[in-house]
């Protein structure tokens, strides 16, 4: 089987109701990234920072995954797919991908704010214990964050990931405006000679000396133009 590596933003789960970070009205215009996307913010204020990680669970409880979601997850019966997410959703495991890998964490967890990344202090939300109230504490005794990489934070799963783009037959990019690093450096660990396909309805610039073809459409709609083109592909 072909390895098929798929690295998707915030612009396949617009389909599903969530707003995107960049895009006009998108979260950073709404919310300022300084106040909820930093530690520093986190020091300042952490019952700001849980309520604004508690809407958007409540959101993500009631939102479904939408076609794209589920053709990547249909994508196992032919090819070997690892998913690599830029997004805190679940809605590609909810649509059946088996293989994802978060590199910005994961909005369904919460951790302690002393040690994120220690497992021991990492615990599931789910849909009866959806928020973090002021003052609750991770098993350390520091108070409860959202399993959220912040900026300025390290992105343990980078190292991962890049392992599997190094080893991939295919290269999918999905929804994704490759602002942000390390993730929007992924593409460099592609092996020259892959085809890479992006999917986005706005121009992303990727670098040159690379094989892209751009799907210049939403991630539903772009999904199966992409299914159509790899079997043309054979
Ligand atoms: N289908 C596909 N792509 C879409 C759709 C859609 N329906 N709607 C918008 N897009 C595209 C936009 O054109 C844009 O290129 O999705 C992309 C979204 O870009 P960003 O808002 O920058 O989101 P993303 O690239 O995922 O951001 C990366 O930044 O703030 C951090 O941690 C946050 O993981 C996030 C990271």
């Known amino acids: 089987m072909k390895k098929l590596v798929v690295l998707t933003g ?3 789960s617009a389909e599903s109701g969530f707003a995107t970070f960049r895009d006009s009205g998108g979260l950073w215009e709404t919310h300022p990234v300084e106040r909820v996307a930093t530690p520093e913010g986190w020091y300042q204020d952490p019952d700001f920072v849980n309520e604004f990680y508690n809407g958007l669970r409540e959101q ?3 939102a ?6 589920e053709i990547l997850a249909e994508l196992e019966k032919d090819y070997d797919v690892t998913v ?3 997004n805190v959703d679940d809605l590609h495991e909810r649509a059946g991908s ?3 890998i978060y590199l910005h964490g994961e909005l369904m967890k919460a951790c302690s704010s002393r040690d994120p990344q220690n497992p ?3 615990v599931t939300l789910d849909r009866e214990h959806l928020t973090i109230e ?7 005794g520091s108070l409860l964050r959202p399993y959220i990489v912040w900026f300025g934070e390290s992105v343990p799963n980078i190292e991962p990931a890049a392992e599997e783009v190094m080893q991939a037959d295919v290269f999918v990019i999905v929804g994704t405006s490759l602002a942000v690093y390390p993730a929007a450096g992924l593409i460099h660990y592609c092996r020259r000679d892959i085809p890479i396909y992006l999917i986005d309805p706005k121009e992303v610039a990727t670098p040159s ?3 892209v073809t751009v799907i210049q459409d939403v991630a539903t709609k772009g999904m199966a133009r992409l299914v159509e083109m790899l079997k043309a592909e054979g």
């Open 60 to 62: 993500l409880v009631d």
């Open 134 to 140: 002021p003052g609750t504490k991770a098993g350390d």
């Open 10 to 12: 915030a612009g396949i």
């Open 84 to 86: 690599i997410t830029q």
């Open 209 to 211: 000396g690379f094989n």
């Open 120 to 122: 021991f202090h990492i």
């Open 64 to 69: 479904k995954p939408n076609r794209a979601h």
């Open 98 to 100: 088996s293989k994802v």
